[in-house]
């Protein structure tokens, strides 16, 4: 059974859409939840037979009642709080809070920007999140805003996120920024046992972190 098949019937009876992309990836669209849809991605490692999936959420903001200006204040309040969720521990695994591994790159490139601890703080703090995190055990959660236009996520998530091509889209969109999304993605090795209930599991773990960044915005930005 291809990864493909796996996944769509590890997601049966969550009464969300699901179709192919044109590179032989998935979309999943809730029924119930019009703001949110996620990737699921796989590739082949580097130097090796194994494959990893990526569950990838895109949370869409609510833009009534905000201004351009607000807008990009926003979207570097976001950028500024980004954050890496991690699973450590010999004997008994914890979850691990740092920021994006992405932002030193991202600093350079924008000009600098202040960094925030607020969502780190704030999601520190949600002990029945931390524990769907264990639960689900994926390799890396990665919590960042959308930086490109939609129609390019997905290309923007099978490249490494860098280049001139990807790094002058950047720019454009934060200069012109229309709405703001936040983006939840899961790393997955591909492969272990049950992983079509590992599969399910993380989705529905993307959709409940995209649900609690919304809360944490409403909660800690203030325009």
Request: no cysteine; charged share 30%.
């Amino acid at each position: 059974m291809s990864w493909v098949d796996v996944v769509k019937k590890a997601l049966e009876g969550l009464d969300a859409a699901i179709s192919d992309t044109v590179k032989g990836n998935l979309v999943v669209e809730s029924a119930d939840r019009d703001n949110f849809k996620a990737f699921i991605l796989a590739r082949r490692l580097q130097f090796s037979f194994d494959r990893k999936l990526e569950v990838v959420g895109v949370w869409e903001l609510p833009r009534a009642g905000i201004g351009a200006e607000d807008l990009k204040k926003q979207l570097f309040w976001m950028l500024s709080n980004s954050i890496e969720i991690e699973l450590g521990g010999l004997f008994k695994k914890k979850v691990r809070f740092r920021e994006w591994g992405e932002l030193r790159y991202l600093r350079k490139m924008l000009g600098g920007f202040p960094l925030s601890n607020e969502l780190k703080r704030y999601l520190e703090g949600n002990q029945h999140l931390q524990e769907r995190i264990l639960e689900s055990s994926p390799e890396l959660v990665e919590i960042f805003p959308r930086l490109i236009p939609p129609r390019f996520l997905e290309f923007y998530f099978l490249s490494s996120g860098r280049g001139f091509a990807i790094d002058r889209m950047v720019k454009r969109y934060i200069d012109s920024v229309e709405s703001n999304a936040w983006i939840v993605r899961l790393h997955l090795m591909y492969g272990t046992p049950k992983m079509g209930e590992k599969v399910r599991k993380n989705y529905l773990l993307v959709l409940k972190i995209a649900e609690e960044m919304e809360k944490a915005t409403n909660e800690l930005f203030l325009i």
